[in-house]
């Protein structure tokens, strides 16, 4: 398996363009998150799914952002509009459940300008 | 909630020295516990997971963590530290009833000097 692929790797874009990270779980896994990491404030969850379901979206920071899974094998983060506090590495991981643990894609490094 | 605590955002060692990362758990009932490292501009990788049994576990690049119930540890070690260690490092605890979600530590950033 190629593991948790996430496109593009790095998102150069300016402030107020919306903004649409992809992801791709490893297969059979039903669980996908997204996450988000900057220096201040570590890793935060934003929202998590169950076979293609939102579970908790407590995490999302404002109505900017939204995410979707149209189906087991991809998942959208879309912001809109950007902001430069938004630049962070946004994270993808999948898992078949907790006791297994995560595995995390390569992550996408979003600079807003 | 179950909460996860790393002592020491930072910790300097030097080549061929022990590695010592800290971590404790608060819960009552043992949780499935897990180390991860991030390379710089990488994403997560797993190290190593405690489910059941053994309370010593191995990983990979030579790591290791013991289980101890009693003090609420999942301290990972390695005897000999090597330039490549230098990473960020988290443990991250799963307690069933809690929706497959980890709950992971602030990472603790290990440096190693020559």
């Known amino acids: 398996d190629a593991g948790v692929i996430q496109s593009p790797r790095h998102e150069v874009t300016e402030m107020g363009q919306e903004v649409t990270l992809r992801c791709k779980p490893i297969s059979g896994h039903d669980y996908l998150f997204w996450y988000r990491q900057t220096m201040m404030r570590g890793l935060e969850l934003l929202i998590y799914f169950n076979n293609n379901v939102p579970i908790d979206d407590s995490g999302m920071p404002e109505d900017r952002f939204s995410a979707k899974m149209p189906n087991a094998s991809f998942s959208t983060l879309k912001i809109q509009p950007s902001e430069p506090r938004d630049s962070a590495v946004y994270f993808c991981?999948?898992?078949?459940?907790?006791?297994?643990?995560?595995?995390f894609g390569s992550g996408t490094r979003l600079t807003v300008v | 909630a179950q909460s996860v605590t790393q002592l020491g955002s930072h910790v300097s060692v030097s080549e061929g020295a022990l590695v010592l990362l800290r971590c404790n758990y608060s819960s009552s009932v043992p949780p499935y516990l897990f180390w991860y490292v991030q390379y710089p501009n990488q994403g997560l990788q797993l190290l190593l997971k405690?489910?059941?049994?053994?309370?010593l576990v191995k990983g990979i690049n030579g790591f290791e963590a013991e289980f101890k119930k009693s003090e609420t540890s999942f301290h990972l070690t390695k005897p000999s530290a090597h330039m490549s260690d230098a990473a960020e490092y988290f443990c991250a605890a799963y307690k069933t009833g809690t929706a497959s979600k980890l709950t992971f530590g602030t990472g603790t950033r290990l440096q190693v000097t020559l």
């Open positions: 405690y489910t059941t049994g053994a309370t």
């Open positions: 991981a999948s898992s078949l459940g907790g006791r297994d643990g995560y595995t």
